[in-house]
């Protein structure tokens, strides 16, 4: 039996650029983390997954990789690496490292070789095709990042395929050299004590070699889910993951329910868990041409839809993780919740949603503290992505308006996350001496970590405290799921049940009172948690109060 570690883990992750900046380059680094493995443990987190720290052109931030066997020297070295993990666990704190299996940079040796000829050992490693007969591209696919999925090179008179930026080619598995040469990699890692693998876009790592036009020219219904993904998942489970005992998490993009429990089911021996993306969805408006840039407000009875359904499809045969943000998302107070009057109490009310599920909770760096969106003007966002889909849609198809793509950009760009870590008020909050590489949240001096922790209305102490009750109450491990109030626009409430013991978790999603004790009438019984000061004391939920509570029948403690 495998020791599931991460069935009772709460996992951080770090954005190492951004996290903490040791010697004053402007750029976080491995040193920087080592520094505030204190902190990480004052916060009460069990795993650290660090966004990818390898050698890279950082085109898209590190998961554009050029060495996959060594550390990028503007975050430290190997030997760094090493000394990292080993404090780490003697903290008994554990790493995971991100692995980017899909494709590489296009620096990468592989690719400088196969792109030289049809004839050398390196030539099969990416997806090689000839243009139509009129030279275009060999169909309509698109790139995530804007644009065509295809880009000719000059040498081998030929294009290659890249569901991200032309400097990102995608592997192919087809070829068993490169599987064995990943799980190569993955091993060497795993001898320098890495425990686990957060794996990106492992859901596109088998293409359809007929290469099939999209229904919508540039559209990328492509690109996950391909034939032979569970056959070569399962192969990766069976040649390193099971062998070397490592924890894994897929990034699964366009999994549902409904199918996610092929990936993640343990008779199946593919993945421990997925990140899935249909609950990120719930404020896009769906089919419209401007894909993820076009907006609606959220739809929080879509939210409670899709995650209750998730518990329950998983139930017996996967785990969940959970997560609201990560590098590729925005801060959940600004997308969803009230970042100015409610920030606390909107930080806290998503926090104690998600954690109060089945499933391993992930904390982005910055959720712990409610960090916020910042509304830099355009010319000050850097992402890739954004670039790539600005041209796409604002120049190029003329969909989209500078302004509506800003507004836009300020709700759910991937760079509203990637904004320097505020340690406290001093100059660029104490993350660097030097020129951060990405400016910070102009609101630094107000909200960074030391002040939230000083704070009265703290949402770093508020994870503490939901962090420890998932290390102490077995009921948020194990118990059941229900989903109750499943029609109520803006209250999110379920019930967890183990044994005798009944437990309700409920938020109020909105700025506004809600009438509660008429619909869900609460027996005698105890506060566990709660984001306001006297919970209960009324029958209506105040704005974004949110509480666990446990249900007065009389149960000896665990
Ligand atoms: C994943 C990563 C994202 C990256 C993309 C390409 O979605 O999370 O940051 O840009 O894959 O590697
Ligand atoms: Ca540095």
């Known amino acids: ?144 990042f804007g644009g065509s999925a295809w880009t000719w090179d000059d040498s081998r008179q030929q294009y290659y395929l890249h569901y991200y930026a032309k400097e990102q080619p995608d592997l192919n598995w087809e070829n068993p050299r490169v599987r064995q040469a990943i799980y190569d990699m993955m091993i060497y890692w795993k001898n320098l ?118 518990q329950k499809e998983l139930e017996g045969r996967g785990w969940n993780a959970l997560y609201f943000e990560n590098h590729d998302r925005a801060r959940i107070v600004s997308r969803w919740g009230d970042d100015d009057s409610y920030r606390y109490e909107s930080a806290t009310a998503f926090a104690t949603i998600l954690h109060g599920m089945k499933g391993t909770p992930f904390v982005y ?68 001496t030097g020129t951060p590489w990405f400016q910070l949240n102009p609101n630094y001096p107000d909200i960074n970590v030391l002040a939230d922790q000083k704070a009265q209305k703290s949402v770093f102490h508020y994870y503490q405290k939901l962090i420890r009750l998932r290390h102490e109450e077995a009921i948020l491990k194990e118990g059941s799921y229900r989903l109750l109030l499943p029609e109520h626009p803006t209250i999110f409430a379920y019930e967890r049940r183990l044994k005798r013991k009944k437990w309700l978790v409920v938020a109020n999603l909105s700025d506004s009172p809600q009438e509660l004790q008429a619909l869900l009438p609460l027996t005698a019984g105890e506060i566990r948690l709660s984001n306001y000061q006297d919970s209960l004391a009324q029958s209506r939920l105040r704005p974004y109060e949110s509480f666990i509570y446990e249900s007065g029948t009389k149960t000896e403690k665990l």
């Open 1 to 144: 039996m495998r020791n599931e570690w991460w069935k009772d883990a709460v996992i951080y992750q770090i954005y190492p650029k951004s996290f903490k900046d040791a010697n004053g380059d402007g750029i976080g680094d491995l040193a920087g983390i080592q520094e505030k493995l204190p902190y990480l443990k004052e916060l009460g987190v069990d795993a650290l997954w660090l966004s990818p720290v390898y050698l890279s052109p950082q085109v898209d931030n590190g998961y554009d990789i050029s060495d996959y066997y060594q550390i990028d020297p503007m975050f430290g070295t190997n030997e760094d690496m090493v000394q990292l993990i080993r404090e780490a666990h003697k903290l008994d704190l554990k790493i995971i490292m991100d692995f980017v299996a899909n494709h590489t940079s296009d620096q990468c040796q592989w690719f400088q070789e196969s792109r030289k000829s049809k004839e050398n050992p390196y030539s099969d490693f990416y997806i090689w095709q000839d243009g139509k007969a009129d030279g275009s591209e060999p169909n309509n696919w698109g790139s995530s």
């Open 193 to 310: 004590g890495v425990d686990g693998w957060r794996l990106d876009v492992i859901t596109s790592i088998s293409k359809d070699w007929d290469f099939p036009d999209n229904p919508r020219p540039f559209a990328k219904n492509n690109q996950h889910n391909g034939p032979r993904m569970h056959e070569f998942i399962h192969e990766m489970n069976q040649k390193v993951l099971t062998p070397f005992d490592m924890m894994s998490v897929g990034e699964a993009p366009a999994s549902g329910a409904e199918d996610a429990h092929l990936l993640v089911d343990p008779k199946r021996q593919e993945l421990d868990m997925v990140f899935t993306f249909q609950h990120m969805h719930i404020d896009r408006k769906k089919g419209d041409v401007n894909d993820r840039w076009a907006l609606q407000a959220p739809d929080f009875i879509q939210l409670k839809q899709i995650m209750s359904q998730w």
């Open 365 to 432: 760096q910055g959720e712990e503290i409610g960090m916020t969106n910042p509304k830099f003007p355009l010319a000050d966002y850097i992402d890739v992505e954004l670039k790539g889909n600005f041209q796409h849609y604002v120049e190029q198809q003329q969909t989209l308006t500078a302004e509506e793509f800003l507004a836009a950009v300020h709700k759910v760009s991937r760079d509203n996350a990637r904004t320097p870590m505020p340690w406290n008020d001093s100059a660029n909050g104490g993350f660097s």
